[in-house]
């Protein structure tokens, strides 16, 4: 049976992570999930595994079911812990030459990022309506100005309280 790149990353990650697979091994594992289950699932079912700490070949098929049921897989990891268990792991083959792509150099990028200047716009902008408030007092304006005023007086009978006190 040819597999794909994700079977064969799924393999790498049983091997590597020494999960406990009842006795068969991490090839025959795959192949007999194969059958039911894309090659895509069955390595993020390995990924999602990994993420919630259970290193069994049953946690992985646990897994499957239960997607297979939603008929869609849900993982709980960010793409960070996927690429940090999946970086540089054992097993696999490296990409072609080609398809690496070249990484820019930091001068490339700063000039890059730089926009052209441009001349200013002579063109007229629209107007701005200026804001002007209601002249109407509403409730809650006249509420508010009779608690400004009441704290007013009662700040005035203090000061007058601690004046004769002294």
């Known amino acids: 049976?040819?597999?794909?790149?994700?079977?064969?990353?799924?393999?790498a990650l049983l091997k590597y992570y020494s999960f406990d697979l009842g006795g068969e091994t991490a090839e025959e594992f795959v192949d007999r999930w194969l059958g039911g289950v894309p090659a895509a699932w069955l390595r993020l079912s390995v990924l999602e595994a990994l993420y919630q700490g259970r290193?069994?070949?049953i946690s992985?098929?646990?897994?499957?079911?239960?997607?297979?049921?939603?008929?869609?897989?849900?993982?709980?990891?960010?793409?960070?812990?996927?690429?940090?268990?999946?970086d540089r792991l054992p097993g696999m083959p490296a990409p072609p030459l080609e398809e690496v792509p070249e990484i820019p150099t930091a001068e490339e990028v700063e000039t890059a990022d730089q926009p052209e200047e441009k001349a200013p716009s002579l063109t007229p902008q629209p107007q701005i309506d200026r804001f002007t408030p209601s002249l109407d007092s509403s409730q809650l304006h006249s509420k508010?100005?009779?608690?400004?005023?009441?704290?007013?007086?009662?700040?005035?009978?203090?000061?007058?309280?601690?004046e004769e006190l002294s």
């Open 1 to 11: 049976m040819t597999r794909d790149t994700a079977a064969i990353e799924a393999i």
């Open 55 to 57: 290193y069994k070949g």
């Open 60 to 86: 992985v098929e646990h897994l499957l079911q239960l997607w297979l049921r939603r008929e869609s897989p849900f993982q709980h990891y960010s793409y960070e812990f996927e690429r940090l268990v999946c």
């Open 144 to 162: 508010l100005k009779n608690f400004a005023h009441r704290d007013e007086v009662s700040d005035s009978r203090e000061e007058n309280a601690e």
